[in-house]
């Protein structure tokens, strides 16, 4: 049996894969349909796309599925849908076929200019036909002569592909059509006689061995061809284990024509199953291994196209799981090999982070591995699973472990009191329960390196280092558990200027997991004086007082006015600065030292007196005052501000600027007014006499122009000077104060 097959698109966008199977006894049309449809799916189709596919290798003529009636039913002139029920898209017709309906012949012929009823018959002569296939030019002609197109014959378009028999005498046509049936009409006697040898009333298509079409009585007996759309059914493997798993799959097309179905299992153990049902149990399978599975569905006596899969069963459960070692950032885990085959190992690292699960997972190929990355002072739980395929992984074995906790980091004493010791410290990397920590005096000269804790069990000791004079020793006594959450400890009722060994580590598995001890030096301060300040232009004195031990004090004065520090060492209660910068602010700072050990400082800023400033000038113009000054002899390379004020008694307004600068612009300011400028030294809430400036800024001119209007009858007249003259004496008698002005500006008066 052949077989052929061609992918199809359907709807533009399903694909079908067909298959096309010649079947080479011979049976009628509806026999053929009929055993198509029960061992495969229909007669087969025939399109542009799958003719090419179809025609070759044939050998003789087969049954296609197109018929000319379905269910009794008769389409003149037309061919309906294949037996799919797909529509006729393509047709391949031998010469000749498919025969029209019969044909009907007259010898009246209706004139032309007679309107035609829906059904009347057109005469043309033998010479209006010429060969066999000039069968349209005359369908042409005729459809010119009665006005209309093919469009207009729907129901007549087989005429469109007829080809007439050509007699000596008239050759007859009846074409049918929709028109009007309006005016008069002349009626023909037709005789019309179906052709026995020509016109077959139930047709069947036959393909023939060229490809082209030819109609068949559909009760003679052919070879056929059966066309199926490859059967791609779903296949399911559930339940799987490592020695078995549940197959299942999809119910094959024809259902009730398929015998059996034959599943063939291979691997490194072949088995064959014949099953009438859906499903298959598979078992006696080895761990860790692939196996190939194919269900085909037998369908009158054919396999059909397989449905096909490929599954791993489990691998078994790794042995003797344990944790070798631990670190603060890793793990050695080793375990033993597990029965059947894998590939590699996968271990999931877990652990809980805020009520959350973490979980990653490194691959492994031996039977021991490192894990690493991991968080300090974390349980974990240790998952290994033996994986084959690189994602199929078998029964997981697990065991659990801490991780040591990281150090503190940042330890640090803050050292700010006399009889106080308070340390803080930054969480170590990674989590942690607790904290314990240990404290012990020491002589001045000794150094903290290590804590060597003795009679303690449970806490992780030091102990490589010896009693060197850098290890201090201490007793489970001498240490104290403080909370995770506290970063802090704070011991009181300390001696002042003493020095101690602190030690802290941090804690888990429920304080019971010890880090390594960080070490540090912490003291208590000697006491802090208080501090006085008395300055003058140039000098400030200092004196303190303090409570406690001290050996001397370390006496410091600083300033950002200028680049100026200097600093001294003094067992007295006081000390005088000198040879300072008047109107500057300083702070002086006192600590006080016992051994090394340094109080915290007693610090206070004063400003020294401020002087007044020399050379103020001041130059103007209509509405601006540039003010400018030299800074104080005493104030000479310091940064010191000043202190400007401009005021007008006429206009009573006043404008004042505070700036480091030495000069400074008022602007907006009234023409023609004195202003008075003074200028001082602002050293803090104290301000140095002020040194004064007078300015006047420039008046503003302005130009007054007279216009006279003549009434004299006499043109010249109000021009000569006498007239002239005349006014401005007039008008000197209205206002003194017109008078001015007029005298003021006299050579500009316009007369007219």
């Known amino acids: 049996m052949n077989t052929l097959w061609l992918p199809l698109l359907l709807s533009s966008v399903i694909w079908a894969e067909e298959q096309y199977f010649p079947q080479s006894r011979n049976a009628t049309w509806d026999e053929g349909r009929l055993h198509c449809k029960s061992c495969f799916k229909e007669l087969t189709t025939i399109t542009s796309r799958n003719v090419h596919l179809i025609v070759q290798n044939l050998s003789s003529d087969y049954w296609v599925g197109l018929r000319k009636s379905y269910n009794d039913s008769i389409q003149r002139g037309e061919w309906p849908a294949w037996s799919n029920g797909d529509p006729v898209t393509y047709q391949n ?46 369908l042409s002609e005729m459809l010119l002569c009665l006005n209309m197109t093919c469009g207009d014959l729907e129901s007549a378009m087989g005429m469109c592909k007829r080809t007439p028999t050509v007699t000596p005498k008239t050759t007859t046509y009846s074409t049918s059509f929709n028109a009007p049936t309006t005016g008069t009409t002349t009626e023909s006697t037709s005789n019309c006689k179906p052709n026995p040898g020509q016109y077959i009333k139930d047709a069947c298509v036959v393909l023939l061995s060229s490809g082209m079409w030819k109609e068949k009585d559909c009760n003679i007996s052919l070879p056929f061809i059966c066309y199926e759309e490859r059967f791609f059914g779903q296949i399911n493997i559930s339940d799987v284990t490592t020695s078995a798993g549940n197959l299942s799959w999809a119910e094959g097309p024809g259902a009730e024509n398929i015998s059996h179905y034959r599943e063939e299992v291979t691997g490194d153990k072949n088995q064959t199953f014949n099953q009438t049902k859906l499903f298959q149990y598979i078992e006696n399978l080895t761990a860790g291994t692939l196996y190939k599975v194919q269900v085909f569905p037998v369908k009158c006596g054919r396999d059909l196209n397989p449905q096909n899969i490929s599954f791993y069963t489990y691998p078994s459960d790794v042995q003797n799981l344990i944790v070798v070692s631990v670190t603060n950032v890793s793990a050695n885990l080793k375990w033993s090999k597990p029965d059947g085959n894998h590939e590699s190992y996968s271990v999931y690292v877990k652990y809980k982070s805020n009520k959350n699960v973490t979980e990653r997972v490194q691959e492994c190929q031996d039977e021991e591995c490192t894990i690493t990355a991991l968080i300090p002072g974390t349980e974990y739980v240790f998952t290994v699973t033996a994986v084959v395929n690189k994602t199929i992984e078998g029964v997981p074995s697990n065991v659990s472990n801490y991780t040591i906790p990281s150090t503190v980091r940042n330890l640090r004493s803050a050292d700010n009191d006399s009889t106080v010791i308070m340390a803080f410290w930054d969480p170590p990397t990674g989590n942690h329960s607790g904290y314990r920590y240990c404290l012990k005096e020491v002589n001045n000269s000794r150094e903290c390196t290590y804590c060597n804790i003795a009679s303690d069990s449970s806490i992780t000791a030091n102990n490589n280092i010896t009693n060197s004079s850098d290890t201090t020793t201490v007793s489970i006594a001498d240490c104290k558990t403080v909370d995770g959450t506290e970063t802090f400890i704070k011991v009181t009722n300390k001696s002042d200027g003493s020095m101690f060994c602190l030690c802290v580590a941090a804690l888990t598995k429920t304080n019971t997991l010890s880090g390594e001890m960080v070490t540090i030096l912490a003291y208590t301060k000697p006491k802090t004086v208080t501090l006085f ?17 001290y050996e001397k004090f370390e006496v410091s004065i600083t300033t950002d006015a200028y680049i100026y520090t200097d600093q001294f060492t003094t067992p007295n209660l006081n000390y005088s600065f000198k040879d300072l910068k008047a109107g500057v602010n300083y702070n002086v700072s006192v600590v006080t030292l016992n051994g090394k050990l340094r109080s915290n400082p007693a610090n206070k800023s004063e400003f020294t007196r401020p002087a007044k400033p020399c050379g103020v000038k001041a130059t103007t113009n209509k509405t601006t005052i540039q003010v400018s000054w030299e800074a104080p002899t005493e104030s000479e390379g310091a940064s010191i501000k000043y202190t400007v004020k401009c005021y007008t008694a006429f206009w009573e307004k006043s404008h004042e600027v505070q700036t480091p600068d030495r000069s400074i612009s008022f602007t907006g300011l009234n023409p023609g007014t004195r202003y008075e400028c003074n200028v001082s030294v602002v050293a803090g809430n104290l301000e140095s006499f002020p040194e004064t400036v007078h300015a006047n800024t420039e008046p503003e001119k302005r130009t ?47 007369m007219q």
């Open 93 to 138: 017709w031998y010469p000749g076929h498919p025969v029209p309906f019969p044909i009907c012949s007259s010898t009246t012929q209706s004139p032309l200019s007679t309107p035609m009823t829906s059904t009347q018959a057109s005469t043309v002569t033998s010479a209006s036909v010429s060969s066999k296939n000039d069968t349209c030019p005359i």
């Open 704 to 750: 007054l122009v007279l216009t006279m209007l003549c009434s004299s009858q006499t043109a010249l007249h109000c021009d000569k000077p006498e007239t002239r003259n005349e006014l401005f004496e007039t008008v000197k008698k209205c206002s003194k104060t017109t008078s001015s002005l007029l005298q003021l500006y006299r050579n500009r008066i316009i």
């Open 533 to 549: 300040l008395n300055p003058s232009s140039q000098t400030i004195f200092a004196n303190w007082t303090v409570e406690g031990k």
